[in-house]
């Protein structure tokens, strides 16, 4: 019940803030921050009060569509635990940080809905039900993007809406395809994920089906060449980059969630495609980043190299590397949405986010150029800091799978330095170009910016507080073996195979 | 006491948070206060920490504080835990003593600057980081430190940051070494891989005592362990950044070069020798990069003009020693000539800060002269430490620890004719450059007027430093003088020893490289002189030698220049805007078909019966 109530919280906050508009024009702030707030507290306690050792903390399960077969159940284990939390601190220090003017109702409303739609997606475990939530969480964002009325927008929402509603929709023929499948064999008509693992398919047709839903969850990570959205998107509004930054999330998450268990098989034979792919993209990504004089534009080029890393994770198929993984979702969407914050601090006060127009903050306002430095140190993966446990778990893991692409991904780390001193090089030291005003860092600002901060240095030095969280799940996905069925002459992978390979990949 | 190990880096830690958090708050003399006291805390913890462990000199206990489970995922863990052993011991007293030294100069050094709480922030967390560094159990630690001293480096050396040129060099520093540290970070890969733990003891007993890596394994990690190593220790090829580093303020020169950063490459050498030495090439290679780095820094070291540059250089060339040293299995000479070398590499580059900031920042040695009479302490100190770093018979500790490592250059097992020559040699650039550094500072005619006397904060570790200069060398003699062998047993309770061949005779050797460089000194007595510095003009060749060989330019051609221009000509992201591309023709398209739709009715007509026959024919064809 536990679960529901989260996500009413967020709906039911979504809808006050409309009306209490009204009543004052700052109502509808205050009412967001308590819903998330109550969100963040209420899952917290659904992390503590579970032993660790059931499959699920915490279920609900009540009948929804039952003529098609689905149910509306969610479950929570320590992946989707740390995703809710992540996207609820996120959202907090996103709404919190928003400027007033910023603050209307719609931006409340649209911000607390697409939340829960993300929330909604780290809790499903219908697939349908999962559509419904993927679908959920898009529009509010598009309609953020569209109402940030900023230069460009319009553009940038439409964009957003063609990648994500595009591959949405294969995605959905893609799981229909699967339900129809298990429909035939089973004569059971279910999403239920559960039901769904015992599908039989041949080689080909597991293949055709997993790339359905690849794409869309590729499209959202983003990987090159299909990461076009996410830079437009990042220069629309702070509040629009951090929920993009967690947003893409879902990509990764759908993957080791859905697409690994799903088509186990596959998986491995697309592995080598996917590490190549990784690797593209974190160079592709970081050589971008070096290139750009936007802030926001680097943090999303940044961001989308994190991804490229995320990529090798995944299909290294290791519990170093997923743990990895797992702590590279957090460390990333911290990372990025600090760099975001940056930007926005030092727009608010130089009036330009543009590297190439700034210089020598240090002079006039130390402590912009302090809180710069250490977002720069964490986005170049400086260890102590988040970032670095993600990078080195991952290449770690993957290493035992494909030297190369853990050679070349750590060219990455090279970048990273080169495009992340360049921001401190272009932003904070050499002469003064803007005397940015005296404003100190305000309170809010603070607080934000404070959050950041320990969140980076907490997962970095105490990193064991995500992944033993994220151990059960990531044991028992790579460890996965679907229960015995009759009729496997239609496999023509025997399953059991695809359980011992993943464990020689494993040694 | 022994329990509170980790309490050594803490406090400098602890005064860099105070500094970074507080430091505007602070009146100058607080700043001061906390700074230096920080680190000298840590260093009296070292004595009363070390002082009973040194009790039994061959037997010494090691001791490891572990402080909490780092990472724990599956079966791979890493502790967050410090230990302290005879090799830790002698760079952490190094770090702590020669540091705190370093930040008592400073508190006058950096007087007049702005940003003193800063500076003082960067300072202490630089001894913090190379505190775990050389404290770390586990190599994920030591290379969170080793990133540490990084960062700190590249905050220091860009200290004055509203010149373009130091912000260049602190950035190429920065750079340049994290090059080698990915390289280092392959290689702890490699390790995890085989070992399935970071832990520097295990990892060593396991490569020991199983046959579970072979010797090609070994040879790649030793390499990949080496690129961090000649990143960090600024040996050939990633030794460019060095000489740029001049950019920051003298104390943090001393800082980088005699008690942290560039003496990480050879700590880390020595701290995993067990996987060098299964590797006969990689050890090869060590003493090869070291021997070639020796003499190319100290030819550049001829050529300089800028007195902070010279003693870069031959820093580089000194650390060149200790690599050959390392790479030749003399474990103790090359942690011994560290330990020396940190001792007057400090006094000389403080020394030279107190020049420098005497003559209105001036560091040009050709605008200097005739201060030995000006400023007789910081002379005569510097003088002290010029003999150390000449290698002076017999009243120079630098004598001592050069001579171990050119000895063993030559009877080593692993040594050669070669490298002994290498030695020699670079021995005989040591004393011309020296000497002519030594002259054209302090002798000749006085071309700037000395304003500023430094006090006693700035002579009283000068003082301190040259003693050790002196004294330090006769803790460890050679066997036919006086075979004092007390800094050896020592680190020989983690080095392993040397068995030299007995094909040599200790005295021949010893009295050809006395004679060779006195010699030396002869030749630079007589070629030094006023002429030479009235006369001294650039020729290509010698440009050629100033500016490093010019590695500089190479490494802008092949690398920099290609990276830059690849970044910017992706500048708009050619994938996103051909799919952009691709999307407007697409609505192109959708724009020409829409013309279809036009309302006529006899289109229509012919489109649905064209459409029947296709289908209709479609089918049949199938049924057949």
């Known amino acids: ?507 | 006491m022994l329990q509170f190990i980790w309490l050594i880096p803490l406090f400098p830690l602890l005064g860099f948070l105070l500094l970074a958090l507080g430091g505007k708050y602070y009146s100058k003399k607080l700043v001061a206060i906390i700074g230096s006291a920080s680190v000298g805390i840590s260093a009296l913890l070292t004595f009363v920490i070390g002082l009973p462990m040194l009790q039994n000199i061959e037997n010494m206990p090691s001791v490891t504080n572990v402080l909490y489970t780092w990472i724990d995922v599956g079966s791979f863990s890493v502790p967050f835990s410090f230990k302290i052993d005879a090799l830790s011991l002698v760079f952490v007293f190094v770090i702590t003593f020669v540091g705190f030294l370093i930040h008592i100069y400073s508190t006058e050094y950096m007087a007049q600057e702005e940003g003193y709480a800063r500076f003082f922030a960067y300072m202490n967390l630089f001894v913090a980081s190379m505190l775990i560094l050389v404290m770390a159990d586990s190599l994920l630690l030591m290379y969170l430190g080793w990133e540490g001293v990084g960062l700190c480096s590249y905050l220091l050396i860009g200290f004055f940051y509203r010149d373009p040129a130091n912000n260049y060099a602190a950035r190429k520093a920065f750079i340049v070494t994290r090059v080698g540290d990915a390289a280092m970070l392959i290689g702890l890969l490699m390790l995890v891989f085989a070992f399935n733990t970071l832990d520097m003891a295990q990892i060593s007993d396991l490569a020991k005592n199983s046959v579970s890596i072979s010797p090609a394994f070994a040879t790649i990690v030793a390499l990949l362990l080496l690129g961090g190593a000649v990143g960090k220790s600024a040996q050939l090829p990633l030794q460019v950044w060095l000489p740029d580093a001049m950019a920051g303020p003298s104390p943090v020169s001393a800082l980088i070069h005699a008690a942290t950063m560039v003496t990480a490459g050879v700590y880390l050498i020595a701290r995993m020798h067990v996987i060098f030495m299964l590797s006969p090439f990689a050890m090869l290679v060590v003493a090869s990069i070291g021997a070639i780095t020796l003499l190319i820094a100290g030819v550049s070291a001829l050529y300089q003009t800028d007195l902070k540059r010279v003693l870069a250089y031959s820093t580089i060339s000194q650390i060149g020693y200790m690599f050959l040293a390392l790479g030749v299995g003399a474990w103790s000479a090359a942690v011994f000539h560290f330990m020396i070398h940190g001792f007057f590499k400090a006094l000389l580059f403080l020394g030279a800060g107190a020049v420098i900031l005497s003559l209105h920042h001036q560091q040009d040695m050709f605008k200097m002269g005739g201060l030995y009479k000006k400023m007789p302490v910081i002379f005569w100190t510097f003088l002290i430490g010029s003999a150390s770093l000449a290698a002076f018979p017999f009243i120079s500790a630098g004598f001592f620890s050069k001579d171990a490592i050119i000895w063993y250059a030559l009877s080593s097992p692993q040594g050669g004719w070669v490298f002994w020559l290498a030695a020699m040699i670079g021995a005989i650039i040591t004393c011309l450059y020296t000497f002519r550094m030594i002259y054209v500072t302090f002798f000749g005619k006085e071309k700037t007027h000395v304003h500023y006397t430094p006090g006693i904060a700035m002579t009283l570790p000068l003082i301190v430093l040259a003693i050790l200069s002196t004294l330090a060398g006769y803790i460890e003699l050679p066997h036919n003088m006086g075979h004092i062998q007390w800094f050896s047993s020592f680190v020989t309770n983690y080095l392993p020893g040397i068995t030299v061949s007995e094909h040599f005779n200790e005295w021949v050797f010893q009295i050809i490289a006395m004679v060779l460089s006195l010699g030396a000194l002869a030749i630079a007595f007589k070629y030094y002189n006023e002429k030479y510095v009235e006369s001294f003009t650039m020729t290509p060749v010698k440009l050629f030698f100033q500016n490093g060989w010019n590695f500089d330019k190479l490494y802008d051609t092949l690398f920099v220049k290609p990276f830059v221009w690849l970044a910017n000509a992706n500048k708009e992201d050619a994938t996103d805007k051909s799919i952009d591309k691709g999307a407007i023709q697409v609505s192109k398209l959708s724009n020409r078909l829409s013309v279809l739709q036009n309302g006529r009715v006899g289109w229509y007509l012919a489109g649905m019966a064209i459409g029947i026959i296709l289908v209709v024919s479609l089918m049949l064809f199938i049924k057949m």
């Not at chain 1, 700052?26 to 992390?47: D, E, K, N």
Request: aromatic residues 12%.
């Open chain 1, 1 to 507: 019940m536990a679960l529901v109530g989260i996500l009413a919280v967020l709906i039911l906050g979504a809808l006050i803030s409309l009306p209490v508009r009204r009543i004052h024009k700052q109502l509808p702030w205050y009412v967001g921050i308590v819903a998330v707030l109550t969100a963040i507290i209420m899952s917290f306690s659904l992390g503590n009060a579970s032993s660790g050792t059931e499959k699920w903390f915490a279920r609900f399960t009540s009948s929804w569509i039952p003529a098609i077969g689905s149910n509306f159940s969610l479950a929570i284990d320590g992946l989707s635990y740390i995703m809710i939390l992540l996207t609820l601190v996120m959202g907090l220090v996103a709404i919190g940080f928003s400027e007033r003017r910023e603050n209307s109702s719609s931006f409340i409303f649209n911000s607390l809905f697409m939340l829960a739609g993300v929330v909604g997606i780290f809790m499903a475990t219908d697939l349908f039900l999962f559509f419904f939530f993927w679908e959920m969480m898009l529009l509010p964002l598009y309609f953020l993007i569209i109402s940030a009325n900023k230069e460009g927008s319009d553009k940038a929402a439409f964009k957003f809406l063609i990648y994500t509603q595009g591959s949405g929709l294969i995605m959905l023929i893609s799981l229909l395809a699967l339900y129809f499948i298990h429909g035939n064999q089973t004569a059971i008509y279910s999403f239920a994920f559960e039901d769904l693992l015992n599908t039989q398919m041949s080689i080909t047709t597991s293949m055709l089906v997993m790339s359905g839903f690849l794409l869309a969850f590729l499209v959202k990570l983003p990987v090159w060449p299909l990461h076009g959205w996410l830079p437009s998107a990042f220069k629309t509004a702070p509040a629009i980059a951090i929920f993009s930054g967690l947003l893409i999330k879902t990509g990764a998450y759908g993957i080791m969630r859905f697409a690994v268990p799903l088509f186990p098989e596959g998986s491995l034979i697309i592995s080598p495609l996917m590490m190549i792919l990784g690797v593209v993209t974190i160079l592709y990504a970081s050589f971008i980043a070096f290139s750009q004089n936007d802030i926001r534009v680097i943090s999303a080029y940044s961001g989308i190299s994190h991804m490229g890393f995320i990529l090798i994770g995944i299909y290294a198929f290791n519990d170093l590397s997923w743990q990895g993984v797992g702590v590279q979702m957090i460390a990333s969407s911290v990372g990025t949405a600090s760099l975001i914050l940056l930007g926005e601090i030092i727009h608010r006060r130089a009036g330009t986010y543009d590297i190439a127009h700034l210089g020598g903050i240090w002079t006039s306002n130390p402590n912009i150029a302090g809180i710069g430095t250490f977002f720069a140190m964490a986005a170049l993966g400086l260890p102590g800091m988040a970032n670095f446990i993600a990078e080195f778990l991952i290449l770690a893991g993957a290493f035992q799978i494909s030297v190369l692409s853990t050679v070349l991904a750590s060219i990455g780390i090279v970048a990273a330095a080169a495009y992340s001193l360049r921001i401190i090089q272009k932003v904070f030291i050499g002469e003064e170009k803007i005397c940015i005003s005296i404003i100190d860092v305000t309170l809010r600002e603070k607080a934000a910016v404070a959050v950041m901060m320990v969140l980076l240095l907490w997962i970095g030095f105490y990193p064991s507080m995500v992944t033993s969280r994220l151990e059960p799940f990531i044991t028992r996905t790579l460890n996965f073996s679907p229960p015995e069925t009759p009729g496997t002459e239609q496999g023509n992978v025997d399953e059991a195979q695809v359980k011992y390979s993943f464990q020689v990949i494993k040694k």
